[in-house]
């Protein structure tokens, strides 16, 4: 028999489809296996499976669902109406060399999905978090490590793994079963196709396949999808024209984009993501 004694939140009935008559919905709803610390903080309408662990210094925010046998380790900030599933593990220790035991975080944003055994570790003293953001979807197998940020609407499919410091911007969707470099930049509304080695830094607004990576045009099928029109497309084709086919090397093609390219929102997005370079150089043409 697990040990429970230290789940302080009273328990419903399982046994039974129908809750008791004093369960208020806005009470959390534990299964009486899981293992909860009495020092976690759960919202309201909370829900935990079966032989789940949540450790102290935990806040999970009103709605979220965590399946059965998930760890949430010390650390985790999780927001509502998350969907966690079996085998996750949340905010585990990072696997850095330097990490020393410092007291860090992993933020999740609201509506957030989880799958099965993905593993999202907490940062290290270098940023002090890794941050998911809001209405992502992490499928099953996906590692992502320490001091990574990962905003809005982001996808990464099955089996994707991502090294440390990786920035992915909103919309991005990252195929199965690739894997990213530690410190890589990639962008916003990007595909990177799957089984793919992301070693470089991918511009937003673009697709990228093959090996080693390559810029394969831009994502048209997301882009108009979420609404982008044929103006919108055709300025951002002229751009990347200019940055990845002109022969100019990167500092000239910038400042030719911005001499003959009118300057919409997505093209300031486009040279900003280009001119604050990071530790990894920018992907390849074709």
């Known amino acids: 028999m697990p040990d429970t004694t230290i789940n302080q939140i009273s328990q419903p009935d399982t046994t039974s489809s129908v809750p008791p008559p004093d369960q208020s919905p806005i009470h959390p709803m ?4 899981a293992i909860i610390s009495p020092e976690a903080k759960l919202g309201a309408g909370v829900k935990v499976g079966a032989y789940t662990v ?22 985790a900030r999780i927001g509502k109406d998350c969907r966690i599933m079996s ?29 099965e055994c993905v593993t999202l570790n907490r940062g290290t003293g270098a940023t002090g978090k890794t941050v998911i953001g809001s209405d992502c979807l992490i499928m099953a197998y996906v590692h992502v490590a320490h001091d990574c940020r990962i905003g809005d609407h982001v996808i990464i499919s099955n089996t994707v793994q991502v090294g440390g410091h990786v920035e992915i911007n909103d919309y991005a969707i990252i195929g199965g079963l690739s894997g990213v470099h530690q410190f890589v930049r990639i962008g916003k509304h990007t595909m990177v196709g799957a089984i793919s080695k992301v070693m470089h830094d991918v511009p937003p607004f673009v697709t990228t396949s093959r090996d080693p990576l390559r810029y394969d045009g831009l994502n048209l099928i997301g ?3 979420r609404g982008f029109t044929a103006a919108q497309l055709r300025v951002l084709k002229d751009a990347y024209r200019i940055v990845f086919q002109s022969g100019l090397i990167l500092g000239n093609a910038i400042a030719k984009v911005k001499s003959e390219i009118a300057m919409t929102p997505d093209i300031h997005e486009v040279i900003r993501f280009l001119e604050s370079m990071g530790k990894r150089q920018l992907i390849r043409p074709h």
Do not use: C, N, S
Not at 30 to 33: A, F
Not at 54 to 75: K, N, R
């Open 30 to 33: 534990i299964h009486p296996t």
């Open 87 to 115: 085998g996750a593990v949340l905010a585990g220790a990072p696997q850095d060399l330097k990490f020393d035991g410092e007291r860090t975080l992993l933020h999740i944003g609201d509506r957030t999905t989880i799958r």
């Open 223 to 225: 882009l108009r999808r």
């Open 54 to 75: 949540i450790e102290h210094d935990v806040e999970i925010g009103a709605g979220t669902e965590i399946a059965y046998h998930a760890v949430i380790a010390a650390g």
